[in-house]
């Protein structure tokens, strides 16, 4: 059966969480700016000290489609939805097709008077980590073999993210110094011992948070440089340049704000 709203976490799909659950609405919010200010001593206007992407939360409503006399399986039903909310992890609905949103905390509904068989309840799904919604197939760019050169990536989305990258030593022998410049972001290493055939990864957990490794060892403390490789939507110039050449790949995933 094909639905008008559907809303998932992860491969759960609420409306298969029980039969008597009818989707009425899927929100996919807007992420909320909170801006900075202090007063101007002229006596009029402000000026602005910090802007900052806050949190987005994202809202599906449902119903229960059961008589009120069934009480019984009308709480099963609910219980059900929460169940299903409590996953948390990746959600995606109808409406905002291509994109997800990694969720950090669930609103439960209130639950009410299950006799009211009329009531709608909405569930609330908090993005704080990473307050966007996010592109579900990134942007991705190979090159097979590069030593020193500038490599061009699209960057989709509304505003700044973070750029993943993986370099992997094609030299069979030892790369020690590698430099990445992105969108006037550099991480430089001078000691990086990356072996032969071992892999770099410049990654980001669902929390947004920059992890840098060489298998399973971080070497996030040999970085140098720009706290994070940042990048502006649009098109973007990546340059790299190592002591040896080394196959490598770029991914943006765009972050939307509605």
Excluded at 36 to 43: I, K, V, Y
Excluded at 47 to 52: E, V
Excluded at 145 to 173: Q, R, Y
Excluded at 177 to 206: Q, R
């Amino acid at each position: 059966m094909r639905l008008s709203r559907r809303a998932t976490l992860g491969k759960s799909q609420l409306d298969k969480a029980h039969d008597a659950i009818v989707i009425r609405s899927v929100e996919p919010g807007k992420t909320e700016k909170k801006i900075g200010t202090a007063q101007r001593m002229n006596g009029f206007g402000s000026r602005i000290t910090n802007r900052n992407w806050n949190m987005v939360e994202a809202k599906v409503t449902f119903a229960i489609n059961l008589p009120k006399w069934e009480l019984e399986a009308r709480q099963e039903a609910y219980d059900a939805a929460c169940k299903w909310a409590l996953r948390k992890g990746w959600l995606t609905m109808t409406g905002n097709a291509g994109r997800r949103l990694y969720v950090d905390e669930v609103v439960l509904p209130d639950r009410g008077d299950l006799w009211d068989w009329t009531k709608e309840y909405t569930i609330g799904f908090q993005a704080y980590n990473v307050p966007y919604w996010q592109d579900e197939e990134p942007e991705q760019v190979v090159v097979n073999k590069i030593t020193k050169g500038s490599v061009n990536i699209t960057v989709p989305g509304h505003v700044d993210t973070v750029l993943d990258a993986v370099f992997e030593n094609k030299s069979g022998k030892t790369i020690n110094k590698l430099e990445i410049k992105a969108d006037g972001s550099t991480f430089t290493f001078t000691d990086l011992a990356l072996g032969g055939s071992d892999k770099l990864e410049i990654s980001h957990g669902t929390n947004g948070i920059l992890q840098i490794k060489i298998g399973n060892t971080s070497v996030l403390a040999k970085r140098k440089g720009a706290d994070d490789l940042i990048v502006r939507p649009g098109s973007r110039t990546v340059t790299v340049t190592a002591e040896r050449a080394g196959k490598l790949t770029l991914t943006a995933a765009g972050r939307y704000i509605a």
